[in-house]
């Protein structure tokens, strides 16, 4: 019964990994990539954890297990925004079918400006204004 | 005295899950691992080099996860814990890096 267990926790976590790692190599840029890559990667990892702490079923495994599925867990998400982040700060091109690119008119490149876009356009006339009169 | 054959057989005598699971999901695995370093060698920039790396990382730790329960050495969960913090550790020292462009060869 523990082993039909662990071998469908682990047959389930290999998956997903395969998966991921199918996804990045077929996927066309880093955002896609990305997607495929965070969920299913850490999903995998936690799945392959838990078939591990199924199997050994000791006090000893089972908390460094809930710790490495904790870590995992916090860190995937940082990691994938930040590394997100810096792709896109620094101009890797997206995919020619991109539907929706919002930070494309909030995001200067050359000042490395952001705009939440809820500024008044007074603010910017005035200084507009400013300009020209320099 | 246990000779080196005999410590083998101790622990391979240990875990009683099938050993055509084990090698499946090794044999699934390694070619997960071997398309992410297709990707890392290929990847057009560098921020896909540093997705794959993050990748071939939380693939290691599931290997040394299945690697703990063919053996039964409990005592592999160690490497998953250190080398998920070092994955973690080396994707934010890259991405700092990018953000404050540094001279990169792509």
């Known amino acids: ?134 | 005295m246990k000779s080196n054959s005999d410590y083998w057989k101790y622990y391979a005598e240990e875990s009683s899950l099938s050993t055509v699971i084990i090698n499946l999901v090794y044999l699934m695995l390694s070619s997960a691992l071997l398309l992410a370093f297709i990707r890392m060698a290929k990847g057009p920039s560098l921020p896909d080099r540093v997705v794959a790396l993050e990748l071939i990382a939380s693939i290691v730790a599931g290997i040394v996860g299945v690697h703990a329960i063919d053996t039964g050495v409990s005592s592999f969960l160690d490497v998953a814990i250190v080398l998920s913090l070092t994955a973690f550790l080396a994707t934010i020292g890259f991405a700092r890096f990018l953000e404050r462009g540094g001279p990169r060869d792509d």
């Open chain 1, 1 to 134: 019964m523990t082993e039909w267990a662990v071998s469908l926790l682990i047959l389930l976590g290999a998956g997903l990994m395969l998966l991921a790692a199918i996804g990045i190599i077929r996927l066309p840029d880093l955002p896609t990539r990305m997607h495929a890559t965070t969920k299913s990667g850490a999903l995998g990892t936690s799945l392959i954890m838990v078939g591990v702490a199924v199997y050994f079923a000791d006090v000893a495994v089972v908390t460094r297990v809930i710790a490495i599925i904790a870590f995992i867990i916090l860190t995937a998400p940082v990691a994938a925004h930040v590394i997100g982040r810096a792709g896109y700060f620094v101009g890797v091109p997206l995919w020619k079918g991109t539907v929706k690119d919002e930070l494309q008119k909030n995001y200067d490149p050359q000042t490395h400006a952001l705009k939440n876009g809820l500024e008044k356009p007074s603010a910017n006339t005035k200084t507009q204004q400013k300009n020209r009169r320099r």
